[in-house]
């Protein structure tokens, strides 16, 4: 498996990596708050977490794509295809937000809040974390390619 140079928009991605870190640190200068969507997320689910500023930083996440596809078909035309959605696909997706949930739970964080702010921070906690998560994903990759003779996710 290669990688397919022809679609690597490395503009694209710095674009979108600094507009993560602008708001990310108004959000901080701003409100004191740290972006870390499952901690926003799940105060939000709290009587005493709900905060306006809460919705509005969920609803800008759904809705800033929505409003921008249209624009971005226009920039770069997607070249990925959506695949069906079947039981097996379905059931993979559910079991793999769950453990996604779990992990988030163990790790007092999810990787907005652990590797884009805890990192700025120097926050040792979330660089163990981003170590965890990311070496569990390079662990988890190899051990399927392995399994199923180099197929990809």
Known sequence: MGIAWHLFTPWHSLAGGAL???AASLLLLGNGQIAGISGILGNLLKPEGRAPWRLAFLAGLVLA??????????????????PELDSATLIRLLTGGFLVGLGTRF???????????????????????????MGAGFVTVALWRLVNGGVSL
Not at 69 to 76: A, G, N, S
Not at 107 to 133: D, I, K, M
């Open 20 to 22: 993560i870190g602008l």
């Open 65 to 82: 794509p929505l409003l921008l596809w249209p624009v971005m078909l226009q920039i770069t035309p997607s070249p990925v295809a959506t």
């Open 107 to 133: 790790a007092n964080g999810c990787t907005s809040g652990h590797g884009v702010c805890g990192l700025a921070r120097l926050s040792p906690r979330s660089l163990v974390a981003v170590l965890s998560f």
